[in-house]
């Protein structure tokens, strides 16, 4: 929950993403065995998802190794699940790739479901969870005030209220902006096969 907390996810998320990645494993499967049934990459690069596996596996490999140490030095693994997080948007763009092979309503609708779900966890997490975790199970808004008094007056709930407000907002921009990329994206390919065709037919 927050990326550092030992605090957990709701259930739903966990089990959203279960699925999610057990589909993607499933469409990665039938895009590299079914030779009839072959679907066109979302990557434009298509070594992409390779680079992708490689910078995991290091990862992985790394994080392996820092285990092995800290175990070895203090008897205990030292090794922060957040640590994971540099590997993240590559194991996402992996997955999203093997979730193409579904179909293209498939794939987007799962798309904007896990953007979706990292949003309200995110929330839900921060107002729901935390705040109340770390007051000692104060009610809003004393929670916040209550952890304001930790912090300078200058970071005080003023400052709580215009971060949340700006990340809203800036989520929202960038959601409008890829809309309309997608829609002038997709407009565009309708006219390319449109000249295709009238190109073929003279």
Known sequence: MGGWSFLTSPPLVDVMMQIFCLMAVIGWGVYLAAKVVRRRS??????????????????????????????????????????????LPFTLAFAYGGMSSWGKVIAIS??????????????????????????????????????????????????????????VGLLLIIVVRWYRKYQEETRNSFLRKDHASLAESH
């Open 110 to 167: 799962w798309g904007w479901l896990i953007v979706s779900l990292f949003v309200m966890t995110e929330y839900y997490g921060l107002l729901a969870v935390m705040l109340p975790f770390y007051s000692g199970g104060a009610k809003w808004p004393e929670s916040l005030d209550r952890l304001a008094l930790l912090h300078p007056p200058w970071l005080g709930p003023p400052v709580f209220y215009f971060s949340l407000a700006s990340s």
């Open 42 to 87: 979302v990557f434009v690069d298509s070594i992409y998802p390779i680079r992708c596996l490689f910078l995991i596996f290091f990862i992985s490999l790394g994080l392996t190794w820092h285990i092995l140490q800290s175990r070895a030095v203090y008897g205990l693994s030292y090794t922060n699940s957040w640590y994971t997080c540099l590997a």
